[in-house]
């Protein structure tokens, strides 16, 4: 995805591509995405290059799908890098009951988790700063 990294404003890319999670199996590639609206967003304006630069890289191009999904696996990496990176721990004070396990996801919620997330895996380079603000309800633990 590094031919579209280069094509795309940082901000562009950062929004819609960089969130996606590529698993590619029995000649499927299954890009999942935070929620429906990334979902929409990328099959109406990227699914086409996407799809050219696929079978630039690939003699037998895999069949394309993106859906909503977002819990990585083994063989899921960032589609926005050649392998997801493992981020050192923070050791500072924080409650450990809010976390990303913790966190309940539906649909009010989807567009502000996708964004934290991309903030806990891209510290200081996507969404810098972040502020969400809703009323209450929203996000509780388990």
Request: glycine fraction near 10%.
């Amino acid at each position: 995805m590094t031919r579209l990294e280069g094509e795309l404003s940082e901000q562009q890319f950062n929004t819609w591509i960089r969130p996606l999670r590529a698993v590619e199996e029995n000649g499927t590639l299954k890009l999942f995405a935070p929620n429906r609206f990334v979902v929409d967003w990328i099959e109406e304006h990227f699914v086409d290059r996407i799809s050219e630069v696929v079978s630039l890289v690939s003699n037998d191009p895999p069949r394309l799908i993106i859906d909503v999904g977002s819990r990585a696996t083994d063989h899921t990496v960032a589609a926005g890098s050649p392998k997801a990176p493992t981020m050192p721990r923070f050791g500072g004070r924080l409650n450990p009951n809010y976390t990303f396990d913790t966190f309940i996801e539906g649909e009010s919620n989807q567009l502000a988790r996708a964004a934290a997330t991309q903030v806990g895996e891209n510290p200081g380079k996507a969404y810098n700063p972040l502020f969400i603000y809703g009323g209450v309800g929203l996000g509780k633990l388990r």
